[in-house]
């Protein structure tokens, strides 16, 4: 959205106030200024407003100072301030405890890519001479020998999963311009579709819509920018459609050619829709313990080609956010029966920090460290392709020892100074995704053999893991630990 300036009237309680209101992404916010003290008694986070015409405006989740500036000239004060919205909702009122949405819709940097439907616009190149003579009767024209037929397949649809909470379509929404004397022009997007089968807050629907953001990011492999946001307000008829101004969203543009990256997606929406299917559905379900760690992946993944030692931390751990199994980490009795009397010694004493850390520390031995975590998760990785990843757990094993050492200086069984932070994150954000992404049933092998396993994100991962393999193997130590040098 370029850069607008809005005149309009903005209520606060009984007090109507003019202001401007500049729509300029992150820059954007609402002056106001007005005789009286229009802040005083006022206590909320959105407002109401009318724009030219009375064309309804909300601000959501607004930052507002306790008290106006003030000012005095010719005999009067004027009071003023500036007020900066985080949401700018066009065209109603709307509080943000008004359970009255019914849908939202949005479109995705690379949802076409993720949706590649091919068959949805075409070309014939050699009519036949009855459709031929057809457009000459109905056009009234004379077509030359060598006409064309463009055409739309004129279905929308591509794709639709039923949800807990509603449903998700996926359609196209093309345009085309008026056929003239500078040709014609069709072009398309992809639109989500969110419905809600009991309407919901406006913190809830954007909170949907961010979700399906990470999910769809995390198959095409790179952050996704959500573009022209509208909520649905009713149903039927009188449904209203809202535009949504998200003023501190990021655009992250599109993956330069030179990068290498392509974003058609670990699952092909249009060859493989069960899969979709059951990967949109096992998202939303495992969304409650899941979806912190998903925030944080993203977080992360934000960062795109950007890798730090922060990074690598925050992948290892993604892994102690997933919930715990019932798995002991001591199997063994006479260990496990050493800990349980060693807790009983120490719970015995007096309260103080070192007992309670003693306990703290006699409670993890019992609980699967963050190594054994890793491993675990990547169970199936290692067991049904062996051939490729069966020493996976060397690499994250490293990546969890160095994190250990950024983390709590412990001396790690590998020269931290031949480690590359840059591999051990891609190892374990790859870890991460594929772990998921088996669980409901995706192919490794199957996904190599596709356009989308060359040059994807976690692709390319695999095309450099045999030599980070290697340079793991050859950086472990075979005397004591070192430190890395400066």
């Known amino acids: 959205m370029s850069k607008e300036i809005f005149l309009g009237r903005f209520q606060f309680e009984d007090k109507e106030i003019r202001g401007e209101l500049t729509c300029d992404g992150s ?51 004027t009071h003023f301030t500036n007020i900066f919205p985080h949401y700018i909702l066009f065209d109603a009122h709307l509080g943000p405890d008004d359970a009255v949405i019914s849908g939202i819709s949005f479109s995705l940097t690379d949802g076409a890519r993720l949706f590649p439907d091919h068959n949805a616009y075409g070309r014939i190149s050699d009519p036949d001479t009855a459709i031929r003579a057809m457009i000459e009767a109905a056009d009234n024209v004379v077509l030359g020998k060598h006409f064309e037929i463009y055409y739309s397949l004129g279905d929308p649809h591509i794709f639709e999963c039923a949800l807990d909470f509603g449903s998700l379509m996926v359609e196209h ?45 995390v198959l095409a492999g790179r952050p996704q920018t959500v573009q022209t946001p509208k909520i649905a307000i009713g149903n039927g008829e009188n449904t209203v459609f809202c535009e949504v101004l998200d003023v501190m969203a990021k655009d992250f543009g599109d993956a330069s050619e030179k990068s290498g990256i392509n974003a058609i997606g670990m699952i092909n929406g249009i060859s493989e829709q069960e899969l979709m299917r059951s990967y949109v559905q096992h998202w939303f379900k495992t969304e409650k313990d899941l979806g912190p760690a998903w925030i944080r992946f993203t977080d992360s993944f934000e960062n795109r080609g950007f890798y730090s030692r922060d990074r690598l931390i925050a992948a290892a751990n993604l892994f102690d956010l997933i919930p715990s199994s019932p798995k002991e980490a001591v199997a063994d009795a006479a260990l496990s029966g050493a800990i349980e009397s060693s807790k009983a010694l120490f719970k015995a004493l007096s309260p103080s920090e070192v007992r309670d850390a003693a306990l703290a520390s006699l409670g993890r031995l019992t609980r699967p460290n963050l190594k054994t975590k890793v491993s675990d998760w990547n169970g199936t990785l290692k067991s049904r392709y062996k051939n490729v990843f069966g020493e996976i757990d060397l690499i994250t094993g490293a990546a969890i020892e160095l994190r250990n050492y950024y983390v709590h200086g412990t001396p790690s069984k590998h020269d931290v100074n031949r480690l590359s932070v840059v591999f051990l994150t891609k190892a374990l954000e790859f870890s991460f995704v594929t772990g998921y992404l088996l669980a409901i049933g995706w192919d490794y092998e199957s996904w190599r053999n596709t356009y989308s396993g060359s040059f994807q994100y976690f692709a390319l991962f695999s095309r450099e893991y045999q030599q980070g393999l290697a340079e793991v193997k050859g950086a472990k130590m075979t005397a004591g630990p070192t430190q890395i040098t400066m």
């Not at 040709?183 to 909170?207: E, Q, Y």
């Open 27 to 77: 820059n954007s916010d609402l002056y106001v200024e007005g005789e009286q003290n229009f802040l005083t008694g006022f206590d909320k986070d959105y407002l109401h407003g009318y724009l030219k015409r009375n064309k309804l405006v909300t601000l959501m989740n607004c930052l507002i100072p306790d008290t106006p500036g003030w000012s005095f000239g010719r005999g009067r004060r």
């Open 173 to 217: 929404t093309g345009t085309t311009e008026e056929p003239g004397v500078s040709g014609i022009s069709v072009s398309n997007d992809v639109i989500f579709r969110l419905h809600f089968a009991t309407p919901v807050k406006f913190g809830r629907a954007i909170s949907r819509m961010h979700s399906l953001r990470r999910m769809f990011g």
